[in-house]
């Protein structure tokens, strides 16, 4: 069977106003689990506020019909639970208070560079003086243990939390850490959501200025927790100059913007060849500079050109910035954190 959509959920679900709150289900981040199974089969569990609780009916029906509505939804089932708390006086439960911007780095499908664009983007942020940690939530394909060639599992502290790993001036946690080599990570919605509060929670990040989470290919449970659960300041798009990327990264671009979350930019990674011998810009995969930021209707953040020693230097623990500072690829992933930093205003 055909899959669904869950961005085609969400944007049904953003036209669905709570009775007596006046705000979409989406914006309320009333959303707090959906699965889908290969049947067609949704299951939503949703949280409304107080003003809601003598119109549940009205709005389960209203929410069926609006996910039934989505290709290939045979038959859905809603979970409401209501609030003590009216609209207006509901607590955001921030999980990382002492972050003060987290930035989640998306994509809209995998084989772009997203982990290695975020590794690199955290060291060349920490080279400028700022503290910053990085957050592998990629549970599926952890890849961030490799690019810092860190192979340990975590210590608990006395307040029973695990330690990030430091290194290159980046405070680190990834499932990774956790895992054989090897391991396949086979887990629903309900557990990944559980997986990754805990690494927001109950890791010690201490005081940062920047959290990079590194987020899954695609749209699913992960993002959806993360906005509910975090006070994201940003997110950024990775995606490499092909249409195809950009019609992917362009799903993810409209997740963000439909969970309230400001999208600063896209970095472009696998831009361009420099040749070692003539020092002209070969566009492999586009055949010129492309207009990414207008397609995409965003800031480009970064250009990031092709070169060997990139994936040499994940391979090795040994990220492209570290290893070699004088190149171009470095300079600019340097250019990409100063735009950063200047748009975040730390």
Known sequence: MAKISRIDIYE????????????????????????????????IKIEVPKQAENSLKELEQK?????????????????????????????????????????????GKGGVGKSTVSTNL?????SLGHKVG?????FYGPSIAMMFGIKDEPKVNDKEKLVPFEKYGVKVMSLG????????????????????NQFLEDVE????????????????????????????????????????????VKKAVTMFEKLNIPVMGVVENMSYFVCHNCGTKHFIFSGN????????????????????????????????VVGYPESPVTKA??????????????
């Open 177 to 196: 850490f956790l895992l054989e080599e090897d391991t396949p990570v086979i887990w629903r919605g309900p557990l990944l959501m559980k997986a990754l």
């Open 63 to 107: 929410v069926v019909e609006a996910v039934k509505s989505v290709e290939n939804v045979t038959n859905v089932k809603v979970n409401i639970t209501v609030n003590e708390k009216p609209y207006g006086t509901v607590e955001f439960k921030n999980l990382i208070p002492n972050v003060k911007f987290p930035i989640l780095i998306g994509s």
């Open 134 to 138: 990085l957050l592998d939530a990629d």
């Open 289 to 320: 500079q492309t207009d990414t930021g207008d397609k995409l209707g965003l800031p480009v953040l970064g250009r990031i050109p092709i070169d060997s020693a990139i994936r040499e230097g994940g391979d090795r623990g040994l990220p492209i």
């Open 12 to 43: 049904n679900l953003d036209k669905v106003i709570i009775p007596g709150a006046n705000i979409s289900i989406v914006k309320y981040k009333g959303i707090r689990g959906l699965e889908i199974d290969d049947n067609g089969n949704v299951d």
């Open 333 to 346: 992933f340097i250019d990409t954190a100063k735009l950063i930093a200047d748009k975040s205003g730390l």
């Open 205 to 248: 990040w201490g005081e940062l200025d920047y959290l990079l989470i590194d987020l899954p290919p695609g749209t699913g449970d992960i993002q959806l927790s993360l906005a509910q659960n975090v006070k994201v300041r940003g997110a950024i798009a990775v995606t490499t100059p092909q249409d195809v990327a950009l019609l992917d």
């Open 122 to 126: 955290a060291i060349a942020l920490a």
